[in-house]
C-alpha cells in the first residue's frame, strides 16, 4: 500500500512509515537435499504456498546430472509458534473488538470517560483473550490418573502470554491490590513457554511425571522430593498435594507400619491446602484460603506460620524412621518458612525464584517499585544468558519504561500486538497515554499510535485475504488515515467483482462516495477495453459517467455498421436489457432502449394491427425523431423502415407538424451529405427518395384531413 515515502531516499518507495533495511540482519536458511550435492549448475526460486520458497537444483551436464527441488520455510525461529492461517483468523476475528472499542470513545464526557474506561478495555481485553488460545491452566490436576500430574491441553502462545502481562498490569483495575497473586497465576499457566530457553519448574514436573510409573515407592526417589519442592516453592499448591497422596505410607498394606510418617505427611498437606491466600478468589482445583483484605489476611498468616513452626519442632520427627521423608518433608517446611537459601536451590529461573519471595517472603509487597527491586535482586541470584523474550516485556513493565514496554512488543510480537495491546497501556498509564498520543514531528507529525496502526494495516494491506480489514484501523488514524485508504482502494484490482464490491462498500461506510465513483469509472474502462461491454456498461451508468457511456453509444453505433438489421440488432440485445425500465444515466445509450421498443411496434405492424395500434407506433417514431439521444446516423433508418406508418391506407397517422416535423430532420440529414467525413447509410438507393415522397403524401393527407 503506498504511504509515506521511506527515509532511504527513493522517491517511489510504497511504504507507509520510514524503515532501514540496513538494520536487518541476514538470516539464513538450510536446504536439505538428499539426491543431489554440489556444486550445482542452475539454481531456480520460486514461492509456494504461505511463506515457503521452492528452490529447484540442477548440476551441471555429465553422465551423473540431475536435480531436486527443495523448500525452505520463510519463518521467525522464536515467532512461529502460531501458523499463518491462525495469525489471519486472529486478525479478522480482533477486527470487531477494536472498532467497537475506538466507537465507545467519546472525548467530550472526559470525566465518564476516565471512569469507566477501564471496563470497556477489559471487555476487548476478554474478546482478545478468546482469540489467542485456551484460558485453561496448562499446570492442572486430573482425576483419572494419580500419577498424571500435568494435564495435556494444548500449549499456550507468548502471544496469550504476553496480552496477559500486559492486562495484568495496566488494565485490569480489580486486580490492582493481588497482583503478586495473578502474577502466580500467569506463572502457573505460561511457565512451560520458559521452558524454550533454560529448564524450569515445569521441565522438572515433566521429567518426574514420566517415571513415575516406573517407580514403586517413590518416597525413596530423590528427585520426587526435589519436584514437590519446587512446585512448593511456586505455589503450585494442587500439584504438590497430589504428589504427597502418592506417598507409600498411605498404601493400605503399610498403614499400620507407617502411621507417624503417615500422619508428617498428611499434616504438611494439609498445611499446604490452607495457605493463605490474598486475593478475592480462587479456581476449584487450585487450594488455599482466600481474603479479600489485608488485616484479615495478616492475621491468618500469622497464625498459619505459627502452626508450621508448631510442627516443624515437633517431637513427632524423631520417630520418623523414612530418612528421604524426613528430610523431604523438612525442606517443605522451609520453604513455607521463607528460607531464601532453600527457595533458591529449588528453583531454576528468576521469575520462579521471583515468585517463591512474593508468596512466603514478601507476601505484602505492593507497588511496581517495590517489585522491581526484588526481580532485581532474583536476577542476579539466578542470571541467564538466553532471556525469553516474555521476560523482556515483563521487566519493561516492572521498571515502569513505557519505551522499553513498546519496544519488546513491536520486536518480539510484531505489529498485531502493538497496535491492539497500546489500548491497554492507555487505560492504565498516564505516561504512556501522552507518550503514544504526542505529535512527533520526526515521523511527520504522527503520534506513535497512529504509527504503529500505520504499519499494521500497511501489513495487512499487503496480503490478498486480509487487505479488506485494513480499512478499520486506517480510518482510526486521523492524520493520514483516509488519505492512505483512498490508495488502498485504488491499487485493488476491479477485474475481480467480489473485490470491486467490497471496495464500494467500505467506500459507502466510510463517507467515500468520490472515490467509489472513480473506482466504478475505471471498472467500466476496464471491462471496456477487455471486450466485456456488458459489464463497462453496466459499471458506467452506476457511476453516472455520462460523457463516456456517449463514448461507448457512438462508438458502437459504428461498430454495429450502416445497417441496423435484425441480425447486427442482436449484437444491442444486451445493452439494451442493462437499461432496464429507466433510462437514466443511460448517456447515448437510451437510445437503444427507445429504439427496441419501436421495433417491437413495427413488428407488430408487420403482423397486422388495428389503426390505434399503428398510431401508437407513429407516435414512438416521433419520439425516437425529436429525442437528441437519438443519432442522426440512425434517422433515415427508422424513416425507412417506417414507410408502411407513412403510407397508412386508411388515414393519415401523422398530423401535419409531426409530418414536418420528419421533413425537417430530412432535410437536415440532405445537408449533412454535403460535409466532409459523411458515411453512406447501407440501404437501397431509393430509400431517400421513397422516404420524401411517403412524407410528402402523408403531409398532403393531413392538411386534407385538418
Known amino acids: 500500500m503506498p504511504g509515506v515515502t521511506s527515509d532511504s531516499g527513493e522517491p517511489n518507495s510504497l511504504s507507509v512509515v520510514p524503515h532501514s533495511l540496513e538494520t536487518q540482519a541476514p538470516r539464513v536458511y538450510p536446504l536439505r537435499t538428499h539426491r543431489v550435492a554440489p556444486p550445482f549448475g542452475r539454481l531456480s526460486i520460486s514461492w509456494a504456498r504461505g511463506n515457503t520458497l521452492r528452490v529447484s537444483l540442477l548440476q551441471s551436464g555429465g553422465a551423473d546430472s540431475g536435480g531436486e527441488v527443495v523448500e525452505a520455510k520463510l519463518t521467525n525461529a522464536e515467532g512461529g509458534e502460531i501458523p499463518e492461517a491462525q495469525r489471519r483468523r486472529i486478525a479478522y476475528g480482533s477486527v470487531t473488538p477494536f472498532a467497537l472499542l475506538q466507537s465507545r470513545k467519546n472525548p467530550i464526557d472526559e470525566l465518564h470517560y ?14 482478545i483473550k478468546s482469540l489467542l488460545g485456551d484460558s485453561k491452566s496448562y499446570v492442572s490436576p486430573t482425576i483419572e490418573d494419580p ?53 524450569t519448574v515445569h521441565t522438572r514436573l515433566v521429567a518426574v511425571e514420566k517415571g513415575l510409573v516406573t517407580i514403586q515407592a517413590v518416597e525413596n526417589d530423590p528427585e520426587y522430593w526435589e519436584a514437590i519442592s519446587s512446585a512448593l516453592a511456586v505455589g503450585w499448591l494442587d500439584i504438590v498435594v497430589k504428589m504427597l497422596r502418592l506417598h507409600g505410607s498411605y498404601q493400605l498394606d503399610q498403614l499400620g507400619s507407617r502411621e507417624i510418617e503417615s500422619g508428617l505427611v498428611e499434616a504438611v498437606a494439609l498445611l499446604i491446602s490452607q495457605m493463605p491466600r490474598l486475593r478475592p478468589h480462587i479456581s476449584e482445583e487450585k487450594l488455599g484460603e482466600c481474603y479479600n483484605t489485608k488485616p484479615e489476611f495478616m492475621k491468618a498468616w500469622d497464625k498459619w ?12 520427627w524423631f520417630h520418623c524412621d523414612h530418612q528421604q521423608t524426613r528430610v523431604g ?5 522451609q520453604i513455607m518458612l521463607g528460607n531464601a537459601s532453600v ?21 505484602f509487597t505492593v507497588g511496581l517499585e517495590s517489585m522491581h527491586t526484588l526481580a532485581q535482586k532474583c536476577m542476579h541470584l539466578k542470571p541467564i544468558t538466553n532471556r525469553h523474550k516474555l521476560m523482556g516485556l515483563l521487566v519493561g513493565i516492572l521498571e515502569e519504561n ?49 504509527l504503529h496502526r500505520l504499519t499494521y494495516a500497511q501489513i495487512l494491506s499487503s496480503h490478498a485475504l486480509t487487505w479488506n480489514i485494513a480499512p478499520i484501523y486506517l480510518t482510526s488514524c486521523m492524520k493520514q488515515g483516509l488519505g492512505l485508504l483512498e490508495n488502498l482502494l485504488y491499487k485493488q484490482p476491479v477485474q475481480h467483482h467480489q473485490v470491486l464490491l467490497k471496495s464500494i462498500e467500505i467506500c459507502r461506510l466510510n463517507g467515500l462516495e468520490y472515490v467509489s465513483q472513480n473506482m466504478m469509472k475505471i471498472a467500466g474502462v476496464h471491462f471496456w477495453k477487455h471486450g466485456k461491454k456488458g459489464s463497462a456498461v453496466f459499471w458506467l451508468q452506476q457511476a453516472q459517467d455520462e460523457v463516456r457511456l456517449n463514448r461507448i453509444a457512438k462508438h458502437l453505433f459504428d461498430f454495429v455498421g450502416k445497417s441496423v438489421s435484425n441480425e447486427s440488432f442482436k449484437q444491442w440485445e444486451g445493452m439494451i436489457e442493462l437499461l432496464g425500465t429507466e433510462s437514466r444515466t443511460a448517456g447515448g445509450l437510451e437510445f437503444l432502449k427507445k429504439y427496441r421498443d419501436f421495433r417491437r411496434s413495427l413488428q407488430q405492424v408487420q403482423d397486422g394491427i388495428t389503426t390505434d395500434d399503428a398510431r401508437k407506433a407513429a407516435e414512438a417514431l416521433v419520439s425516437l425523431m425529436r429525442n437528441p439521444s437519438t443519432p442522426p446516423q440512425f434517422w433515415l433508418h427508422l424513416l425507412y423502415d417506417s414507410l408502411r406508418l407513412l403510407n397508412w391506407k386508411e388515414r393519415p397517422l401523422l398530423n ?15 445537408l449533412s451529405r454535403l460535409l466532409p467525413g459523411y458515411v453512406e447509410a447501407d440501404l437501397p438507393p431509393e430509400a431517400l427518395k421513397s422516404v420524401r415522397l411517403a412524407l410528402a403524401a402523408n403531409l398532403g393527407r393531413a392538411i386534407l384531413e385538418e
Open 114 to 127: 476516565d471512569k469507566t474506561w477501564w471496563v470497556h478495555v477489559m471487555e476487548y481485553s476478554k474478546e
Open 147 to 199: 500419577k498424571t500430574l500435568l494435564k495435556k491441553i494444548e500449549e499456550p502462545t507468548s502471544l496469550r502470554a504476553a496480552w496477559e502481562l500486559m492486562e495484568l498490569f495496566y488494565a485490569d483495575k480489580q486486580s490492582q491490590t493481588w497482583i503478586p497473586e495473578r502474577l502466580i497465576d500467569w506463572l502457573a499457566d505460561f511457565d512451560c513457554l520458559l521452558s524454550a530457553t533454560q529448564p
Open 305 to 316: 506460620r505459627a502452626q508450621i513452626t508448631k510442627l516443624d519442632c515437633h517431637p513427632y
Open 329 to 333: 518433608l523438612k525442606n517443605m517446611i
Open 343 to 363: 527457595l533458591s536451590h529449588v528453583t531454576y529461573h528468576w521469575i520462579e525464584l521471583y515468585i517463591s519471595h512474593l508468596l512466603y517472603i514478601r507476601p
Open 402 to 450: 513505557i519505551e522499553v514496554v513498546l519496544a519488546e512488543c513491536s520486536r518480539s510480537f510484531g505489529p498485531w500486538m502493538i497496535t491492539h495491546a497500546v489500548e491497554l497501556l492507555t487505560a492504565g498509564s498516564a505516561q504512556a497515554e501522552m507518550l503514544l498520543h504526542e505529535e512527533q514531528s520526526k515521523i511527520g507529525g504522527l503520534c506513535i499510535e497512529e
Open 656 to 670: 401535419v407538424s409531426q409530418t414536418n416535423l420528419l421533413l425537417s430532420k430530412l432535410q437536415e440529414l440532405s
